[in-house]
């Protein structure tokens, strides 16, 4: 089975503090994504990243950025955390599959406070 | 812009009945659609998924319904139990995007 796993379930911080979230996948997964879920939004895009060291924009991108060292990790860091940020944050990922974007896979999610 | 929507926010149903939630998309280049469960606390889980060539599939209890003449999708539950209460989630993808789109979800409420 596909394992996403997110460094945090629960995260409470301050604003203006730097805030790091860590994901990881054990399927050796080319692409790696990042979501933020909000009551009545969905599921919006931040940022995703196709390979180790490539990153592109997603749909909401601005007050966040991210890296990607290693194929399995992909990290979302919040330079300077506001409270417009709280927020359930998703990682998934997906294989390249056919050429098509494959199912991605998502983790259990970290609800970040920012107070 | 085009977008994956969802027909209904709320679908209360009764155990053992037959649930069907619907989800509408707009963009007919659209390749790709997959439902996702969401749990209270969990991230989303894969239940199931369908590509453009095809009409129909089936996994264990769900079956999945692609009209591309009308660009709807549906999920079809058989004999909805309790843990099937959650929020479901179509998603899309286009042709040659890394990227899905999500629906904003519909929560189905199992009543005993």
């Known amino acids: 089975d596909v394992k996403v796993t997110q460094s945090s379930r629960y995260l409470v911080k301050r604003t203006g503090e730097k805030v790091f979230l860590e994901c990881v996948q054990d399927m050796d997964h080319e692409n790696m994504f990042w979501y933020r879920q909000d009551p009545g939004l969905g599921l919006r895009l931040i940022y995703f990243s196709y390979d180790v060291k490539m990153k592109e924009k997603g749909d909401i991108p601005e007050g966040y950025s991210v890296s990607r060292e290693k194929k399995e990790r992909f990290s979302l860091i919040l330079e300077s955390a506001s409270t417009n940020q709280t927020s359930m944050y998703l990682c998934a990922s997906s294989s390249i599959g056919t050429g098509k974007q494959e199912t991605q896979y998502f983790g259990p999610g970290t609800r970040l406070l920012v107070l | ?112």
Not at chain 2, 45 to 53: A, E, K, V
Not at chain 2, 66 to 76: C, F, I, R
Not at chain 2, 86 to 104: H, I, P, R, T, W
Request: hydrophobic letters at 35%.
């Open chain 2, 1 to 112: 812009g085009e977008s994956v929507g969802l027909h209904l926010p709320t679908l209360s149903v009764q155990e053992g009945d037959n649930s069907i939630i619907n989800c509408a998309y707009s963009n007919s280049a659209s390749d790709y659609f997959i439902w996702y469960k969401q749990e209270s606390g969990k991230g989303p889980q894969f239940i199931i998924d369908i590509r453009s060539n095809m009409d129909k599939r089936q996994g264990q209890r769900v079956t999945v319904l692609l009209n591309k003449t009308v660009k709807h999708l549906s999920l079809q539950i058989a004999a909805t139990q309790p843990g099937d209460s959650a929020v479901y989630f179509c998603a899309e993808n286009l042709l040659g995007d890394y990227k899905l789109s999500f629906g904003a979800g519909t929560t189905v409420t199992v009543r005993a």
